[in-house]
């Protein structure tokens, strides 16, 4: 079975960091490219931030550019998104996603979800 483990997830204020990490079993990440989605209440779940270690492609959102960065430990299976410079528009439950497209490119379809984690970013 799959599984998408998150944990980092806290209260900050604006201009902080957190760094989210998802730890990943029962998936072979050569296979699917690992990333992080968001929601906020009343809209559509969106997309942060994807890899994909086959295509060597990365994807992030333009509202995260030159503030998030996604990383990726090979040995443990874990997946990390290091968020700087947070604002309070980041604020929104954080998704750790397993996507079988390789390419990155948008519309993302999602195979499988982690559980989410709450960022929440103070003015």
């Known amino acids: 079975e799959v599984q998408l483990v998150e944990s980092g997830g806290g209260l900050v204020q604006a201009g902080g960091s957190l760094r989210l990490s998802c730890a990943a079993s029962?998936?072979?990440?050569?296979?699917?490219?690992i990333g992080w989605f968001r929601q906020v209440p009343g809209k559509e779940r969106e997309a942060v931030s994807c890899?994909?270690?086959?295509?060597?492609?990365?994807y992030y959102a333009d509202s995260v550019k030159g503030r998030f960065t996604i990383s990726r430990d090979n040995a443990k299976n874990t997946v990390y998104l290091q968020m700087n410079s947070l604002k309070p528009e980041d604020t929104a439950v954080y998704y750790c996603?397993?996507?079988?497209?390789?390419?990155?490119?948008?519309?993302?379809?999602?195979?499988?979800w982690g559980q989410g984690t709450q960022v929440t970013v103070s003015s």
């Open positions: 996603v397993a996507v079988l497209d390789v390419t990155m490119t948008p519309p993302f379809i999602v195979d499988y």
């Open positions: 029962g998936l072979n990440f050569d296979d699917y490219g």
């Open positions: 890899y994909s270690l086959s295509s060597h492609r990365t």
